[in-house]
Structures are given as C-alpha cells and as structure tokens.
C-alpha cells in the first residue's frame, strides 16, 4: 500500500528551529513536495526534493533520504504567521499521494 | 502573480441536487486538478485533466462527478446529485508539468455544504 506519516501536531516558540518529519512507504518515487496550508485556505507549494540531500529557501529547508524513505522540513526564525499546516506530498508513479498535515502552533 | 480562481466561495445544496463548481486555471498551465479536504481530514485528489481528457481519476471521482473544460478558460466539477457525504472545501488547482514534477496552484476553494 502507499502511506505517509507525519506528526498530527507540533508546539514551537516563536523565534525558534522546529523540524517537521515525514516518513514514506510508497510503490514508486519520483520526488517529494511540502506545501503550507493556513486554516481554511488552500494549500501553497513551499519545497520540492527529488534528490538526496538539502534544499534551503530562505528560513524554510527540506532534506530528504531516499533509502531511508524520510523527509524534513525545517523552519527556522519562527514567526506567528508560520502556524499553520504543513503536508508532505510524494509522487508515486506521477500521481500525489498525501500526508494528512501536520499542525504546527507557535507560542509567543 | 497570476492565480487560479473557483467560484462561488460557499455554496449550500439539499442533497440530492446538482451543483457546478467553477475554476479558472492560469492560463499557461496545462494540467488542471480537482481536489477535495473534509473539515479536518487530509487532501484528497479527485481527477486530473490534461489535453481535454480526464487523465486519472480516484476511486472517489465516481459516476455522480463529471468534469468539463467548456471554453479555454473555465474548468468545471459538477457533481450529479449531492450527497451529504459529499461536503468538503473542493479546490481546483493548475499545473505547468505534471503533478508530479510541478508545483500545484492551488485555487482558494468553493466551500460545499449538503444539507
């Protein structure tokens, strides 16, 4: 079967590094994604990775382990604005296949 | 920045009626997409449209859901007739590649309540 699993919610401080795992276990693999959804708005694109390794955007970074079927998303500098929810998206032989988020609250 | 844009915002139906959910993609995207989240619950991919044919679709997208490109605009999802199961925020979403490879635009959603 195809699965993706990630934290249901996550509790950081604002001003913080909070990392948000997403592991995999997929039929095919041909890149992963991670998209930002705020409470009743629609999901937007923040990363994509289709090679090992890190890839920095600004305060945002995502890594991923092929053989280990494992990603992260990294966000550093946390601000209030960051609370929202954040799903990992795997292409399986081309289609997308989704986490169910995870929701992150940053306190003050 | 261009934007996909659904239309109505809110829509509430008593079940068993047609209802037609409107999208407007970007206009240089080729894929276009129909996704639906329960309040609550994870993304849910509907359909996918490519070249003017449905290019998959999920067990979800049964007979009561049918999708239109009427003009080289619009993007339609009409579902026959609703269920109340069948309330959830939809989105329509656009794509340059494929899903797989491109990122999704994601529309702001037509929230559906079947009452």
């Known amino acids: 079967g195809q699965n993706i699993d990630q934290p249901t919610e996550m509790t950081a401080t604002e001003g913080a590094i909070v990392q948000i795992n997403c592991t995999y276990q997929?039929?095919?693999?041909?890149?992963l994604f991670w998209y930002q959804q705020h409470a009743g708005e629609a999901p937007t694109f923040l990363s994509y990775n289709v090679l090992d390794g890190l890839e920095e955007k600004g305060r945002f970074s995502s890594f991923l382990s092929r053989s280990k079927g494992y990603s992260y998303l990294l966000l550093k500098e946390l601000q209030m604005k960051d609370s929202a929810s954040y799903l990992c998206a795997v292409n399986s032989n081309y289609q997308l296949i989704w986490g169910a988020g995870t929701k992150l609250i940053i306190k003050p | 920045e261009p934007e996909v844009t659904q239309t109505p915002s809110h829509q509430v139906t008593q079940m068993g009626q047609e209802v037609i959910l409107r999208c407007v993609p970007i206009s240089n995207h080729l894929y276009f997409y129909w996704y639906r989240q329960i309040l609550g619950q994870k993304v849910e991919f509907l359909v996918s449209?490519?070249?003017?044919?449905?290019?998959?679709k999920s067990e979800i997208f049964d007979d009561q859901f049918s999708v239109e490109r009427p003009d080289g605009s619009n993007f339609t999802l009409k579902i026959r007739s609703t269920k109340l199961e069948d309330s959830a925020m939809y989105f329509c979403?656009?794509?340059?590649?494929?899903?797989?490879?491109?990122?999704?635009?994601f529309g702001n959603g037509t929230r559906l309540t079947v009452t």
């Open positions: 997929t039929s095919g693999f041909n890149g």
């Open positions: 979403a656009s794509s340059e590649g494929e899903a797989g490879i491109s990122p999704l635009h």
């Open positions: 449209f490519y070249n003017n044919e449905i290019s998959e």
